[in-house]
């Protein structure tokens, strides 16, 4: 099992650009969940899915859309970024207790 | 969801069990205490759960209170590669958000 897997691993956008971030595991879990972590802070819920076709706001969804065409992944996306979107952004999938975690996005937008 | 409680920072010798405690006076009867780690720039990672039982796995020992208004983590024989971030939370078993606050950080001195 490769568990959780994040493509790409870092990204520099200019301020106004978009971009797709991808979420992938195959462990065959309902619930999958993004975060973005700031220095020195905890993780922040921005959006998560219970099921395939489904997705929910999380703490800080705004500046975020999310897709679950595919029960094994979870896309992020960033329709006009901004600074304050300079982040590392983590996906995570559970199957009901613990949560599993990808890797990480490095994202800076200059 | 309840809040937690930890001590910024903790130093434990190499070889010794690492204490690392956690408060959470306001917690409900239907909330879990979680720790997960978060080991530097990695996607945390679930160590251990428990709702009023004390829990071992083969990472570490969860230490509930009779009152639950408080717990601890134990790992048993600190290693170097135990030093991170330990963050503890608590949430309801349905509950889709992980509350991560800034941890305590724990550094394993040889």
């Known amino acids: 099992n490769a568990g959780v897997t994040q493509t790409p691993k870092f990204r520099v956008l200019k301020t106004g650009q978009s971009m797709t971030l991808l979420c992938a595991q195959d462990?065959?879990?309902?619930?999958m969940y993004w975060y973005r972590q700031d220095p020195g802070m905890g993780l922040r819920l921005i959006h998560y899915?219970?099921?395939?076709?489904?997705?929910a706001k999380g703490e800080v969804p705004d500046g975020y859309n999310v897709s679950r065409l595919k029960k094994q992944n979870f896309l992020l996306g960033l329709e006009s970024a901004a600074p304050s979107q300079t982040s590392v952004y983590f996906c995570?999938?559970?199957?009901?207790?613990?949560?599993?975690f990808g890797p990480g996005t490095r994202l800076t937008v200059t | 969801d309840a809040k937690t409680t930890q001590p910024p920072s903790m130093d434990c010798a190499e070889g010794r069990a690492a204490n690392l405690p956690c408060n959470h006076s306001?917690?409900?009867?239907?909330?879990?205490v979680y720790w997960y780690r978060q080991i530097h720039s990695q996607g945390p990672q679930y160590i251990i759960h428990?709702?009023?039982n004390n829990e071992t796995n083969e990472m570490a020992s969860l230490i509930i209170t009779e009152d639950r208004k408080s717990s601890t983590l134990i790992l048993p024989h600190a290693t170097l590669r135990d030093t991170a971030v330990y963050y503890c939370?608590?949430?309801?078993?349905?509950?889709?958000?992980?509350?991560f606050g800034t941890g305590t950080r724990l550094t394993v001195i040889p």
């Open positions: 995570a999938s559970t199957p009901g207790y613990e949560q599993y």
């Open positions: 462990m065959n879990h309902e619930y």
């Open positions: 899915s219970v099921g395939e076709g489904t997705t």
């Open positions: 306001t917690i409900s009867g239907n909330e879990y």
């Open positions: 428990g709702l009023k």
């Open positions: 939370i608590v949430k309801t078993a349905g509950a889709n958000n992980l509350f």
